[in-house]
């Protein structure tokens, strides 16, 4: 597996709100989907998944369920909640401001 | 929505944690499973397969710690871990845990129980609805205001010296109610003082109240039973009603709901019972709690004084108390204006002449949710002495508590720096530390209230000093639990912050390098020595305000009474309320008083118409013919009416003419004893012997000849002057002279409460309606009159000798863990030939600097705070040197003591096994 790059602090949350936003997903699925989407490039530290996966629970943005999988049993699956919905909608906001202020700085300095 | 989902997320992580722990375990499990599962499809081996994939993954138990981080239940865990590391700390050393906790739970104890006192004295407000409208009536002015001719009632003199009273004419009420827009009621009310009242043919005497007809509406407390005087029943010539409280309906009727409609005899008066007060309601005066309430128009018939004078009709004649409810919305100042305004006109048309006009009483309102306030009046002063008291003690104890966590700090300085070294952070080091001062201080809370409980039961016994019916209601509520926990978690944050903090700033690496106790620096004069210096400064304050009030004491029982107080029983009756007329009670007392001198084992009985020295005052004016009058003032005299053979009995010698006998009835000529004062004061340089003067008084003067004079004797107070006081034979009241009851004193050659039994049945057999009342020995008599005093005594001891208690404990805890700390010092100086005499003096000389630093700051403090306890002392200088040398010298023999036995130990260390010590 090529090496993916780091991924910038605090935006770990977001990939992972975007991510279940479209359905709900189980952890395994949510690296892949992450994975994938992103052509490879990124690549969630296998590892460092679940503790966010537990403080986005802890902070009710999510929820989570156990449920038979495609991966042959019982998974625990997460869904986003309605605040959740909602904090993804700050959050996709305060990266919009973010990245179009670092695109303005590359480009003029 | 989400504040629940969070919470249900969060107990469950705390309460079914091995289910949460499985759930995580088996999501990463099959995480790991996929991962394995891929790189096998890449074609790796299983064993390959599974070292990738744990690669991938990294440290799985790193991650499964963070996760559990992320739930943030964790400080509760780390808090049961934290409390738990704690007790296992403080039990390895339980002397000084046990001190710490024992001291504060003393501290904690006191303070609630006297707090207590102030939420029910200072506080709390009646138990009727809404009683923060409520508000009280009174006037104030210069001095006695001369246009109140005569007054049944409180008054009272404020602090800047003006006379202040309840009580109004009964036109007034009439005139406030009429037209009043800023109250949504006007009641009014008076004490109708002690009452013989029949019920079930059984005589009690009890309290009574006067209350008008819309009291008990504009209260709006319901009635446990029946109905509540109305103002149909408050009309002159309606039936006579009654309504009676919860206790007395116990008392009498054992609460039987036949209670309601049958008769009792109030002072002979048939009355009805409509209906019974609730358990709760004591009326509106917390000092007192009427056990029978009369309509205002009964007054005529209860009370003797009132036939002669129509107390309805009477302008200057002040006896009505009167509260009001505001409207809402209507603030105190607001409500006071036009009242103020129409009372001033009123009182300005009752003055006759222009020096009643030059100082009328003006109308004031004064918040009345706690109803009258003459507890508050009484009590605030010395309470308020009492909680700075026992704050100190609490400060005492709390000084201990930071003590022994700063030692246990310093001690556990390798520990600490173990775990900073090893990455703990370090608020977390503070948090654990703080788990044993909250430890210390909750559990010393909860220990504190029962202390606080007995302190309640004890100060409940020792305020009311053997007064039955004792109203003052002090309990542990919801509030006074708030107060003892805020108190302890304050006191186990705040004292246990410092050490905390300070344990935490080590330096790790000379920490880590220290060898146990060899070279751990003590400081000379650190935080701990400035705790035990303070702790001496306060105990001493503190055992100089016991020395002060049991000098106090003291000096109150060495004054000299003038009369023979041994053996001699005091008790009352009251023949009037029985229904006997003024000639037939004269009769009836003397009767008594010969049977009670005539039972075996009575040296003498007599009576008179005040118990002396037992706080009563009886007073009137009077004219010497031939001597002028100066400025319209007429000398005054105390005045005792008293029974044949009251100089024997009491045994006041006689220094001059005669004593009064039998011989003086109501029909031979006037005659009165006066003592030395009176006879020095009024005539001075002559034999006063058969000399005349006459009593002021209605309808005309009372004309009496000196017969005797008498040797001094206190007449009303241990303290003061004593008064110019005039002795009566009760068989010759001046004219207008009501006696309402007639106390007796018996001189017995036993103890004289064992004639207690004989002289009720006596009384039983010559009358079943006649409650012996007053009961009680002429020393308690005067001992309850010096209540406060004792009181104050009593209470600063205790609190005295726990704070030295408390304070040497400290001490001795300080001294044995500096010899503890330095036995390598110690055995290194015996080694090279110190003398065990020079170790002990070493150690000693430690404490004696502590004690000397606390000793001067203490008594600096004493010096300037001594004058506010001024007015409880008596006989005594505030900077008393005596109570101040005492204090010093048993704080230093404390001192000394605490610090011997540590010295001790240090002389006898051996110095092989010293260098050995580790």
């Known amino acids: 597996m090529p090496k993916p790059s780091d991924l910038l602090q605090g935006t770990l949350d977001l990939l992972i709100l975007k991510t279940i936003a479209r359905e709900p997903l189980h952890g395994w699925g949510i690296a892949k989907r992450i994975q994938m989407l992103s052509g490879d490039v990124l690549a969630v530290g296998q590892g460092s998944l679940y503790p966010a996966l537990h403080r986005l629970e802890q902070q009710g943005w999510i929820e989570a369920e156990w449920k038979d999988s495609d991966l042959g049993r019982p998974a625990k699956v997460y869904s986003l909640t309605r605040e959740g919905r909602k904090q993804l909608q700050r959050e996709l906001e305060s990266w919009g401001r973010l990245s179009s202020a670092v695109q303005l700085l590359i480009q003029n300095a | 929505m989400r504040f629940f989902r969070i919470f249900a997320h969060r107990f469950r ?20 499973e996929q991962l394995v599962k891929a790189y096998r499809a890449e074609g790796l081996t299983e064993s390959e397969a599974t070292a990738a994939a744990r690669r991938d993954f990294g440290p799985v138990a790193l991650t499964a710690e963070q996760c559990r981080d992320m739930r943030r239940t964790n400080w509760i865990d780390d808090l049961a871990r934290d409390v738990a590391y704690a007790s296992r700390v403080l039990r390895k050393s339980p002397v000084f845990a046990l001190t710490a906790l024992v001291s504060l739970a003393l501290g904690i104890g006191a303070n609630t129980a006297i707090y207590s006192f102030i939420d029910a004295i200072m506080v709390r407000g009646l138990p009727i609805p809404h009683p923060e409208n409520l508000v009280v009536l009174n006037w104030r002015s210069k001095g006695w205001p001369e246009v109140a001719h005569g007054q049944h009632g409180d008054g009272y003199k404020d602090p800047g010296g003006l006379s202040v009273s309840g ?15 800023a109250f949504s009621a006007l009641f009014a009310f008076a004490d109708a003082g002690r009452l013989n009242v029949v019920a079930r043919n059984q005589a009690y005497l009890s309290e009574g109240e006067f209350v008008s007809g819309n009291y ?12 509540f005087i109305s103002n149909d029943d408050d009309q002159a010539g309606a039936p006579a009603v009654a309504v009676i409280s919860y206790r007395f309906w116990q008392r009498a009727f054992n609460r039987s709901p036949q209670a309601i409609g049958q008769t009792i005899l109030v002072n002979r008066n048939v009355f009805t019972i409509a209906g019974i007060t609730d358990a709760e309601f004591y009326g509106v005066n917390p000092r007192s709690s009427p056990d029978v309430y009369v309509p205002l128009h009964a007054v005529p018939w209860l009370n003797p004084e009132a036939r002669n004078r129509d107390w309805f009709g009477a302008r200057n004649f002040y006896w009505l108390e009167m509260m009001g409810r505001l409207r809402p919305g209507v603030t105190l100042r607001h409500a006071e204006i036009p009242l103020a305004g129409r009372f001033h006109q009123f009182v300005a048309s009752t003055a006759a002449n222009d020096k009643e006009r030059s100082n009328l009483p003006a109308l004031w309102l004064e918040e009345g949710g706690s109803g009258i306030d003459s507890l508050r009046r009484q009590y605030s002063k010395p309470l308020f002495i009492l909680m700075t008291m026992s704050g100190l003690i609490l400060a005492i104890a709390c000084a201990n508590l930071a003590n022994l966590l700063l030692s246990r700090a310093t001690a556990r300085r390798r520990e600490i720096a173990v775990r900073l070294s090893l990455g703990a952070g370090k608020w977390r080091v503070v948090r654990q530390l703080l788990a044993e001062s909250m430890l210390i201080s909750v559990v010393g809370g909860i220990i504190g209230l029962f202390v606080a409980e007995a302190g309640i039961r004890f100060l409940t016994w020792l305020l009311a000093n053997g007064v039955q019916d004792f109203t003052l209601r002090a309990a542990i509520d919801g509030r ?14 705040l004292f246990g912050l410092v050490p905390a903090i300070q344990a935490t700033n080590v330096d790790v690496t000379p920490a880590l390098k220290e060898s146990g106790a060899v070279t751990a620096r003590v400081r000379r004069f650190g935080l701990t020595q400035v705790l035990v210096a303070g702790q001496i400064a306060v105990s001493l304050l503190l055992v100089i305000a016991a020395g002060l009030f049991v000098r106090t004491l003291v000096r109150l029982h060495s004054v000299a009474i003038g009369f023979n107080t041994e053996n001699l029983l005091l008790f009352s009756l009251n023949a009037g309320q029985a229904g006997y007329e003024q000639a037939r009670s004269a009769q009836f007392y003397e009767s008594m008083r010969r049977r009670f001198q005539a039972i075996p084992g009575v040296r003498g009985a007599t009576m008179s118409d005040m118990p002396l020295v037992g706080g009563w005052n009886n007073s009137n004016s009077f004219t010497v013919p031939g001597v002028p009058v100066e400025q319209g003032r007429h000398p005054s005299t105390k005045l005792a009416l008293v029974g044949p053979s009251f100089f024997e009995t009491m045994g006041i010698p006689i220094l001059l003419g005669r004593t009064i006998g039998r011989q003086d009835t109501a029909g031979s000529l006037r005659c009165v004893v006066v003592n030395e004062v009176f006879a020095k004061k009024f005539f001075p340089g002559v034999n006063p012997l058969g000399r005349h003067f006459a009593f002021d008084g209605r309808p005309t ?20 002057d004593i008064p110019p006081v005039t002795y009566v034979p009760s068989s010759q009241p001046p004219h207008g002279w009501f006696i309402g009851g ?24 010559a009358d079943p309606r006649l409650p012996v009342a007053d009961l009680t020995t002429q020393t308690r ?36 863990y500096a010899v503890a700390r330095r036995t390598n010092e110690i055995g290194i100086r015996v080694a090279l030939g110190a003398e065990r005499r ?23 403090v004493a010096i300037e705070t001594s004058r506010f306890v001024a007015s409880f002392l008596f006989g005594v200088r505030p900077a008393d040197p005596f109570s101040f040398g005492l204090s010093a010298a048993i704080l230093i023999v404390c001192a000394l003591a605490a610090g011997y036995a540590p010295a001790w130990r240090a002389s006898r260390i051996d110095p092989m096994q010293a260098l050995r010590h580790e």
């Open chain 2, 742 to 765: 007639m106390f007796y004193e018996v001189r017995t050659a036993g103890d004289p409460l064992a004639l207690s039994n004989t002289i009720r049945r006596l009384v039983h057999e």
């Open chain 2, 480 to 493: 006074i639990l708030f107060f003892a926990t805020v108190i302890s978690v304050v006191t186990g944050i």
């Open chain 2, 701 to 720: 003067p009372t004309e009496v000849q000196i017969v005797g004079v008498a040797k001094n004797s206190r007449y009303s107070s241990l303290k003061g």
């Open chain 2, 781 to 816: 008599r005067i001992d309850s009159t010096i209540a406060p005093e004792r009181v104050f005594a009593d209470l600063c001891t205790c609190f005295g000798v726990l704070a030295l208690l408390i304070a040497t404990v400290g001490l001795y805890g300080t001294m044995a």
């Open chain 2, 167 to 181: 009580t109004f004419p009964y036109p007034t009420w009439d005139l406030l109610r009429d037209r009043n827009d």
């Open chain 2, 216 to 227: 008990f509406s504009s209260i709006g407390a319901p009635p446990a039973a029946g109905r």
């Open chain 2, 838 to 860: 020079r170790v002990v003096w070493m150690v000693l000389r430690e404490v004696l600097a502590l004690c000397v630093i606390g000793l001067i700051v203490g008594f600096g």
């Open chain 2, 13 to 32: 992580s705390l309460f079914h944690r091995s289910r949460a722990e499985a759930e995580l375990k088996r999501e990463i499990d099959l995480h790991i």
